[in-house]
């Protein structure tokens, strides 16, 4: 069975950075599109960046020039790298995989969960 297996997070001060990172670990890992999630207390979960196995990627505005995302095929990692990140970054990380396309919402599987806190 395939597990996604992310990095430890932690509280971090604005304007600095952060990398998450998702490792797929046992086989059938080889999804077609990744995508990174949070979610706020309080608040639905939201998209934050995803990435096929073409390059295509995506941001939601609010990361965009901030974060990237990528894709290390030969560990079977994704990565968030998070720079300038600001207090309404904080939330629960999660990365997430699917075996169709990223636009689908067909996320089969997820990761635990990384808290990320930014203090101002």
């Known amino acids: 069975q395939v597990h996604l297996v992310q990095s430890t997070g932690g509280p971090v001060q604005a304007g600095e950075s952060m990398k998450l990172s998702c490792r797929a670990t046992g086989y059938g890992n080889k999804f077609y599109c990744m995508a990174w999630f949070r979610q706020a207390e309080g608040k639905e979960r939201e998209v934050v960046a995803t990435i096929d196995t073409d390059g295509k990627i995506y941001y939601v505005d609010s990361v965009k020039g901030r974060f990237t995302v990528s894709r290390d095929y030969s560990k079977t990692t994704l990565y968030l790298e998070m720079d300038g990140l600001k207090p309404e970054d904080t939330g629960m990380y999660y990365c997430?995989?699917?075996?169709?396309?990223?636009?689908?919402?067909?996320?089969?599987?997820w990761g635990h969960g990384t808290q990320v806190t930014v203090s101002s």
């Open positions: 997430a995989a699917s075996s169709s396309a990223c636009d689908a919402s067909d996320w089969r599987v």
